[in-house]
C-alpha cells in the first residue's frame, strides 16, 4: 500500500452549514492504480487532497486521523520535514494551468526549481532533464517549451508543464486535483492518455479528483463517491460505475447527461417552417493593431420556432461571438441575421434598443452574471423598467417569474449572494424571461453548475421552452448536454459550422473528421455506449 | 528595434499633452489679476503708468493674451524659456540651479516610501489576521492621515529645537563651508528630515498596496504549485509572490510621480528648502508667468519621463506586457 489515510477529519472554521470539511475519512491508494474520487463542489474532495501534502489553507486544521505514506503520517510531520515529501515523493497537479504557473517566471525554470530543492544536480544536467522532461510531455518544441513564458503555451501544453514539474522527480504518487477540469474535450483525453501512459509506465498510484463521471469512466482503477465530506461509497471502477450501491452514487449517475439524445417528435411543419432566427453568411473578424483574428467565416444557421439549436465548439471556435452578434453585444462585418423577417444587424442603435427585448440572453458564470449589490427583485425587473414600466407595476410579475423557474417568489428582496449557484442561473433565467423574449441565447447556461443541478436546469429549460414557445439559442462545450436538450447540433472549428443536424445523427454518424475527433473524445465514451444500449 | 519604435511613439505623444498642459496654465493665469510689473511696482512703491508701460514692452508683456502666448511657445520650440522679472535671470538658469534640491528630496523620498512600504507591507501580508498585520495598518492610517507639513513642523520641533540632533532646514550648513564627502554628508543630514516627512504619506499608500497585493497573489494557484515542489515559504514569497505583487505597485509610482512633485512644495516650504517647489510658489506670488510656465514645463517633462521609465521597467518585469502594445 502506497497511501493510507485513516479517520482523516478536517474541521471547518466558524458556524458553516457542517463543522467538518471532510469526517472520518478512509482511504487507501495502491501502487499502480489510479484511485478517482467523485464528488460535487463542497464535497470536501479537494480539501483531502490538500491535507495530504498539508497544504491547507491556514482556517482549515486537521482535527484527528493520519494519513501514512513509507511508514510515516504526514499529518505529523514538521514543516521541513513535509517539505522533503513535497515534489520529491508525492508529486501534485492543479485544476487550472492558466494560473497554476508563475507567469513571471519561464517554464523552464519553474521545473528547474523542483531539481534545485530537492537535488544537487548542476544547472547544465538539470536544463538536460527539463528538456528531456518535457520531450515526454510531448510537447511539440521542447527547447523551445522551456524557454517561454507560461502566456506563450496553450492550455493543454500549460498543463503538460504542470505535469513534468509534478513528475520531475519521479514521485511515487501523483495527486490530481481536476487537471483537465478547464480544458477543451480534445485536450483533455489527450492529456488524459498522459496520465495513464506515465502512470503505467512508472507504476505509480494517481489519486484523481473529479466531479465528471465520464472522466472517471476513462480513467479511474477504483472510485470513491464523497458527498458531504464523507466517502459513502468505494470500489472497483467497473462496480461503482455500473451497479452502484449506495443511493448517493445513483442518482449522481442518473444525472450524468446521456450520449444518446431523446425521442423527439420530429418538426411539425419541416424546416423550411417559420424560422425564429436566421443567421445569413455572418462575418466577424477582430482586428488589434495590425493583428487579425477571423471569429466567424461565413456562418449560416436557422433556429425553428420554438425548438433548440444547439452550438458546439471548443474555446476559439467562434461560439460565444456568434452568440454576442445574435443579441448585438458584437456587430458583424458581413450577412445578416434575420428575427421574425427583419434582418437586425440593420437597424441603428435606437431601433434595435426598441427592439432587443425579442433576444435575451443567459451567460455561464452565474456569480459574476448578477451585480452583487442590487435585490435580485429589482434585477429581475430591470429590463421591463428600463423599457418604461414602474416598478411597482412589474413586481408581481416578477413574483410569478421567481415561481416559474422554481423560486421562493417571497425571495426578491434578497441579494444574489444569498443564493446557490443553480438558484442564481434560475434568477439570470428569470432576468431574462421578464423581457417576454421570442429567442433565448444561453451561453454556456450549466457549465459552471454540479451535475445534479445541471440536470435540474436543463429540466427546467426545457420545461419553459414548452410552456413559453421558446426559441432557443444554446450554446456549449459539452456535447452529451447538447445531445439532451437540443433539436439540432451545428458543430464549430475555427469560425465556421463545419457540420449541422439532428443530434441523433450528428452524434452517431458524425461526417466531418473535426466533429468525428470531438465525439471520440467525449470521456468515458464506452462506458457511456454500454450503459445505454439496453 | 521595438525599443526606438516605443520611444519615438511616447515622444509624439508627448508633444500635444506639453502644448495642452502650457496652454492650460497660460490661460489661467490670465484670469487671475495683476502681472508680474504690478507685483514689481508693489515692491517699488510707485504706481507710475508710463514706468509700467515700458517694463511691460522691456519684458514682452504687453500685448493681448494669445500673441503673447504664440511668442512664448515660439520661443520654446528654440528651447528658449525666457526671462525672470523677479529674478533677473534666464528662466533655465533658475530652474537648473533649484532642480537637483527637489530631485534629491522626490527620489529619496520615493525610494524611502518604496522600500519601508514593500518590508512593512509584505510583512504584514505573511502576519495576515494577527496582531501584527492589525498593528501595521493602524500605523499606516495614522501616517496617511497626518498632514505632511505638520509632520514636518513637528520633526523640527523635536529633532531640531529639543534634541538638536538635525538642521531645522536648508540644503547645507553655509558657514562651515565643507566640500567633497563633507558636503555631501552635511546635505544628506539636511535632508533626512524632509525625506522623511514627504515619504510618510507614500509609506502608508504603497504599504496597502503592497499587503493587499501580496493577499491577493499568496491565494493564486501558482503559490499552491509552489508550495507543492516543497519549496521554503520565505522562497516561496520572495520569489514568486513577491515579484508578482511588485506591479500594481509600479503603476502607482509612476501615477504619483506628479503628486509627489506637487507634495514637494510644502515641504520645502517648511525646511525652506531651494528647491523648485518653493521657486514655483514665489512665482505665483510674485505672478512671475515664464517662470511658472517654465516650472510647468520641466515638471511635465519629468513626469512624462518617469511613466515611460516606469512603463519600460514593467514591460521588463511581466513578460506579458509587449512594449509598444
Keep these: 500500500m502506497l497511501l493510507s489515510i485513516e479517520n482523516l477529519s478536517i474541521r471547518l472554521p466558524g458556524r458553516g452549514d457542517r463543522p467538518h470539511a471532510v469526517k472520518n475519512l478512509d482511504l487507501t491508494l495502491q501502487e499502480n492504480e489510479i484511485l478517482c474520487v467523485v464528488g460535487e463542489s463542497g464535497s470536501g474532495k479537494s480539501v483531502t487532497a490538500s491535507a495530504i501534502l498539508g497544504l491547507l489553507p491556514p482556517e482549515l486544521k486537521v482535527e484527528s486521523g493520519r494519513v501514512m505514506f513509507e511508514g510515516r503520517d504526514l499529518t505529523k510531520l514538521s514543516p521541513a520535514e513535509l517539505r522533503q515529501v513535497r515534489g520529491a515523493g508525492i508529486g501534485m497537479i492543479f485544476q487550472d494551468p492558466m494560473t497554476a504557473l508563475n507567469p513571471l517566471q519561464r517554464v523552464g525554470d519553474q521545473i528547474a526549481e523542483t531539481f534545485r530543492i530537492h537535488t544537487d544536480l548542476g544547472k547544465a544536467e538539470i536544463r538536460r532533464r527539463v528538456v528531456k522532461l518535457l520531450t515526454d510531455m510531448h510537447l511539440p518544441d521542447p527547447e523551445l517549451a522551456a524557454r517561454v513564458y507560461p502566456h506563450e503555451l496553450s492550455g493543454g501544453q500549460r498543463q503538460r508543464a504542470m505535469i513534468a514539474m509534478a513528475l520531475a522527480l519521479e514521485p511515487r504518487i501523483l495527486i490530481a486535483d481536476e487537471p483537465t477540469t478547464a480544458l477543451d474535450v480534445t485536450t483533455q483525453a489527450q492529456i488524459l492518455s498522459l496520465i495513464r501512459e506515465l502512470q503505467q509506465r512508472n507504476r505509480m498510484g494517481v489519486l484523481f479528483i473529479t466531479h465528471d463521471f465520464g472522466v472517471v469512466a476513462e480513467i479511474g482503477n477504483r472510485i470513491a463517491v464523497m458527498r458531504m465530506g464523507e466517502v459513502v461509497e468505494t470500489g472497483a471502477a467497473d462496480d461503482v460505475l455500473n451497479r452502484p450501491q449506495h443511493a448517493y452514487t445513483k442518482s449522481l449517475l442518473a444525472a450524468v447527461p446521456l450520449l444518446k439524445p431523446p425521442d423527439r417528435p420530429p418538426p411539425e411543419d419541416g424546416l423550411e417552417g417559420h424560422a425564429a432566427l436566421s443567421i445569413l453568411n455572418v462575418q466577424k473578424t477582430y482586428r488589434r493593431g495590425l493583428r487579425r483574428t477571423v471569429a466567424l467565416k461565413d456562418v449560416t444557421l436557422r433556429l425553428r420556432r420554438g425548438s433548440t439549436l444547439g452550438i458546439v465548439g471548443e474555446s476559439g471556435s467562434g461560439k460565444s461571438t456568434l452568440a454576442r452578434c445574435i443579441v448585438r453585444l458584437l456587430e458583424t462585418d458581413g450577412g445578416a441575421i434575420e428575427i421574425g423577417g427583419a434582418d437586425i444587424t440593420r437597424l441603428t442603435k435606437q431601433e434595435w434598443r426598441k427592439e432587443a427585448r425579442r433576444v435575451q440572453m443567459v451567460f455561464q458564470d452565474p456569480y459574476a452574471s448578477l451585480n452583487p449589490r442590487r435585490r435580485v427583485g429589482e434585477l429581475v425587473a430591470q429590463g421591463p423598467v428600463i423599457h418604461g414600466a414602474r416598478l411597482a407595476d412589474v413586481m408581481p410579475k416578477v413574483r410569478e417569474l421567481f415561481g416559474l423557474v422554481g423560486l421562493d417568489p417571497e425571495a426578491v428582496d434578497r441579494f444574489p449572494h444569498e443564493f446557490s449557484g443553480g438558484q442564481r442561473q434560475r434568477i439570470a433565467l428569470a432576468r431574462a424571461l421578464a423581457m417576454e423574449p421570442e429567442i433565448l441565447v444561453a451561453d454556456e447556461p450549466v457549465s459552471a453548475l454540479d451535475v445534479s443541478v445541471q440536470a435540474q436546469v436543463l429540466k427546467l429549460l426545457a420545461d419553459l421552452q414548452r410552456k413559453l414557445n421558446l426559441s432557443m439559442v444554446f450554446i456549449t462545450h459539452d456535447l452529451r448536454v447538447a445531445a439532451q436538450i437540443c433539436d439540432r447540433v451545428a458543430i464549430m472549428q475555427r469560425g465556421e459550422v463545419v457540420e449541422e443536424g439532428e443530434p441523433s445523427r450528428v452524434l452517431v454518424a458524425p461526417q466531418h473528421p473535426y466533429a468525428q475527433a470531438l465525439i471520440s473524445a467525449i470521456p468515458g465514451r464506452d462506458w457511456a455506449m454500454r450503459r445505454e444500449s439496453p | ?325
Excluded at chain 2, 202 to 223: G, H, N, Q, T
Aim: hydrophobic content about 55%.
Design chain 2, 1 to 325: 528595434m521595438r525599443l526606438l519604435r516605443l520611444t519615438l511613439h511616447r515622444l509624439a505623444v508627448s508633444v500635444p499633452v506639453l502644448l495642452i498642459i502650457l496652454c492650460g496654465v497660460f490661460l489661467v493665469l490670465q484670469l487671475a489679476p495683476g502681472d508680474a510689473v504690478d507685483a514689481l511696482l508693489g515692491q517699488m512703491g510707485t504706481a507710475d503708468a508710463t514706468l509700467a508701460e515700458q517694463l511691460r514692452e522691456q519684458y514682452g508683456l504687453s500685448g493681448n493674451a494669445a500673441s503673447r502666448l504664440v511668442v512664448y511657445l515660439w520661443r520654446l520650440v528654440r528651447l528658449d524659456l525666457g526671462f525672470s522679472v523677479s529674478y533677473n535671470q534666464p528662466v533655465l538658469d533658475v530652474i537648473l540651479s533649484r532642480l537637483p534640491a527637489t530631485l534629491a528630496l522626490v527620489v529619496s523620498a520615493l525610494a524611502l516610501a518604496f522600500f519601508a512600504g514593500a518590508i512593512v507591507g509584505v510583512a504584514a501580508a505573511t502576519k495576515f489576521g494577527r496582531w501584527q498585520d492589525t498593528l501595521i495598518s493602524l500605523l499606516g492610517l495614522v501616517f496617511y492621515a497626518a498632514p505632511s507639513f505638520w509632520l514636518g513642523l513637528m520633526g523640527i520641533l523635536v529633532f531640531s529645537v529639543w534634541l538638536g540632533w538635525l538642521p531645522s532646514g536648508g540644503l547645507q550648513d553655509l558657514s562651515a563651508n565643507y566640500s567633497g564627502p563633507r558636503l555631501v554628508l552635511d546635505m544628506a543630514r539636511h535632508l533626512l528630515m524632509p525625506t522623511v516627512t514627504l515619504a510618510t504619506i507614500y509609506f502608508a499608500i504603497y504599504l496597502r498596496v503592497i499587503r493587499a497585493s501580496m493577499l491577493e497573489v499568496l491565494s493564486l494557484d501558482f503559490v499552491r504549485t509552489a508550495r507543492a515542489k516543497g519549496l521554503r515559504e520565505s522562497a516561496v514569497i520572495y520569489r514568486h509572490v513577491l515579484r508578482n505583487a511588485l506591479l500594481p505597485m509600479i503603476t502607482i509610482i509612476g501615477l504619483q510621480a506628479g503628486a509627489m512633485l506637487g507634495g514637494s512644495v510644502a515641504i520645502e516650504s517648511v525646511f525652506s528648502l531651494p528647491g523648485l517647489g518653493r521657486l514655483a510658489y514665489e512665482a505665483v506670488v510674485q505672478r512671475d508667468l515664464n517662470m511658472l510656465l517654465g516650472i510647468v514645463f520641466m515638471s511635465s517633462i519629468l513626469v512624462i519621463v518617469i511613466n515611460f521609465a516606469v512603463d519600460l521597467l514593467y514591460a521588463q518585469i511581466d513578460p506579458r506586457i509587449e512594449a509598444g502594445a
